[in-house]
C-alpha cells in the first residue's frame, strides 16, 4: 500500500511539474485590434503563459515578421528591438515594435519566431502566429491565407467578436487542411501593461479548480474547428504540431500555428 501511495505522489508531482508546459503561448499583442482611425500601434512579442501570467521563455531571434496589407507583403524583421518581459514569476527575453497604420482595412501581422528548446518535454516549440488589426471597419485582408507553412485561416473577423459568438477557423499546413488537428485554446488573463514590459497581478477572470486550462478541442475532418467565446478579452488558438517541419538540429520539432482574436461585450 505504501508503494502504491508513493507512485500516486510521485505521479501527481509529475504532472504538475510538466502541465504549464502544454501551455505555452506565443503573443503578438496590441492592445486594440479593431481601431476608429490609423496611426502607430505598438506591438510586443513575448512567449509565454497568458493565463496565469506564468514562466516567460526566452527568445531567441525571430526567423521572420512581416505584415500583410491589401494583399501586400511588408517585412518589419529589422524593426524588432529585444526586451525583458516580467511575468508573476520570471522575466524573460521578448521583443517589441511599434508600426503606423496608414488608411483603412486590415493588417495581419505575422510572426515565426526562432525554435524554442523545452527541456521539460524534450522538444523544440515554433508557434508560427497571427494577429489581425483594422482600421474603420473596412475588411480587406482578415480571411486571406499567407502562406505561413502552419496557418490558422479564420472565418469570422477575429476583431468583430461578441461575447457568445463563435469562432470559426481552418488548420492549415503548406495550404492544405488538416483534419483532427489538436487546438489549444487560451485567454489572456492578466493584461500586458505596454509601459512596465509586464503583465498586470489582477486577473480578468476566474475558473473553477477543475475546470484546467488551457482548453483543448479538436478540428473535424476537413481542418475546420469552432469555439464560443465565453468572455470578452484576448482568445488565443494553437494548432499542435500541424506544421510540416517535425525535427530541428536532431530533436522532435512541434511546428505550431497561432491565432488571437478579441471579444467585446455588447452594451
Known amino acids: ?28 499583442y496590441t492592445p486594440e485590434i479593431a481601431l476608429a482611425k490609423g496611426g502607430e500601434i505598438d506591438l510586443k512579442i513575448v512567449f509565454s503563459h497568458p493565463f496565469e501570467a506564468g514562466h516567460t521563455m526566452n527568445m531567441g531571434t525571430p526567423e521572420q515578421f512581416f505584415v500583410v496589407h491589401k494583399e501586400k507583403k511588408k517585412d518589419l524583421l529589422n524593426t524588432l528591438k529585444p526586451i525583458t518581459w516580467t511575468s508573476l514569476t520570471n522575466s524573460g527575453k521578448a521583443y517589441e515594435t511599434s508600426y503606423k497604420l496608414r488608411g483603412m482595412g486590415d493588417w495581419i501581422f505575422c510572426l515565426t519566431p526562432a525554435p524554442y528548446w523545452e527541456e521539460a518535454d524534450g522538444i523544440y516549440i515554433q508557434q508560427i502566429t497571427k494577429t489581425v488589426v483594422n482600421v474603420a471597419g473596412l475588411p480587406t485582408d482578415w480571411e486571406a491565407e499567407v502562406g505561413l507553412p502552419a496557418e490558422i485561416v479564420p472565418l469570422n473577423k477575429p476583431y468583430n467578436m461578441l461575447t457568445g459568438n463563435v469562432f470559426r477557423g481552418i488548420i492549415k499546413s503548406n495550404g492544405k487542411p488538416v483534419p483532427f488537428a489538436e487546438i489549444e485554446v487560451e485567454y489572456i488573463n492578466h493584461t500586458p501593461q505596454m509601459d512596465k514590459n509586464a503583465f498586470a497581478p489582477k486577473e480578468n477572470a476566474q475558473t473553477p479548480p477543475t475546470f484546467g486550462w488551457p482548453t483543448t478541442i479538436y478540428a473535424n475532418a476537413q481542418g475546420e474547428f469552432s469555439y464560443g467565446i465565453p468572455k470578452a478579452g484576448f482568445w488565443g488558438f494553437c494548432a499542435l504540431g500541424v506544421g510540416p517541419a517535425k525535427e530541428f538540429k536532431g530533436k522532435e520539432l512541434s511546428q505550431d500555428a497561432v491565432i488571437w482574436i478579441h471579444a467585446v461585450d455588447m452594451k
Open 1 to 28: 500500500m505504501k508503494k502504491i501511495v508513493l507512485v500516486l505522489v510521485g505521479l501527481m508531482v509529475s504532472v504538475m511539474f510538466c502541465a504549464p508546459a502544454i501551455a505555452h503561448f506565443q503573443m503578438v
